[in-house]
């Protein structure tokens, strides 16, 4: 089990193009979080996805930003249009079942620079 | 709204003792969470606390007041491999989607 696979682990792009961010949960798991972290700060919720359902959404920008958790593959974070301010590191996270006492296992990020 | 407070940065010497501490106030509370973060690196799971008390697992250890909306994280022996951010989190609901972290404390372990 290679646990919580995220990629690219870095990725440049230019100001106006499209960002897609990949994770595969752990095996086993059907719960996945996507969490964003700018530099010098917490990590920060944007979405909750079980197997071809968003959850909790709560915490996504409303515009330029979607994601998706298809029945086969991985779960998709799609940056339209990127913006310098979009820069970060994207973290991704799974659970076999909502919340629990080991938490979540996370993936090793994506870092994403918009130049 | 939800705020979680924890040091900024804190320094100690190898071998000594650290008590990283948290205060919280969220709406809903389904447990405490602390993680490790080294820079870089994804965070990994260190503790769990849901009920008042302390939890201890080899040099780590986690303690939680609920009537106060407090926890630390106490780590002994320190290593230099111990320099890393640590978090705390709260999740806040049953269901697990709505973990709130605290912006993290850098510990600096030095020789």
């Known amino acids: 089990n290679a646990g919580v696979m995220q990629n690219p682990r870095h990725l440049v792009r230019r100001r106006g193009q499209e960002a897609r961010l990949r994770c595969s949960p752990m095996k086993g798991h059907s719960h996945v979080y996507w969490y964003r972290q700018l530099p010098e700060e917490g990590l920060k919720f944007m979405v909750y996805?079980?197997?071809?359902?968003?959850?909790?959404e709560s915490g996504m920008p409303k515009e330029r930003f979607s994601a998706e958790f298809p029945k086969e593959g991985p779960s998709i974070l799609r940056i339209q249009q990127v913006v310098r301010g979009d820069s970060a590191a994207y973290f991704c996270?799974?659970?076999?079942?909502?919340?629990?006492?080991?938490?979540?296992?996370f993936g090793s990020g994506t870092r994403l620079t918009v130049v | 709204g939800q705020n979680i407070d924890q040091p900024t940065e804190m320094t100690a010497t190898e071998g000594a003792i650290v008590q990283i501490n948290c205060t919280y106030q969220t709406s809903g509370f389904n447990g405490l969470f602390w993680y490790q973060q080294h820079a870089g690196e994804a965070p990994t799971f260190l503790s769990y606390?849901?009920?008042?008390g302390l939890e201890e697992k080899g040099r780590f250890s986690s303690f939680l007041s609920r009537s106060k909306g407090y926890s630390y994280l106490l780590l002994k022996e320190l290593q230099m491999k111990d320099s890393a951010s640590y978090l705390c989190?709260?999740?806040?609901?049953?269901?697990?989607?709505?973990?709130?972290f605290g912006p993290g404390t850098r510990l600096s372990v030095l020789p």
């Open positions: 989190a709260v999740n806040r609901d049953n269901y697990g989607q709505n973990f709130v």
């Open positions: 606390n849901v009920l008042d």
């Open positions: 996270a799974s659970s076999p079942s909502p919340g629990g006492g080991d938490g979540y296992t």
């Open positions: 996805l079980q197997k071809e359902n968003i959850i909790d």
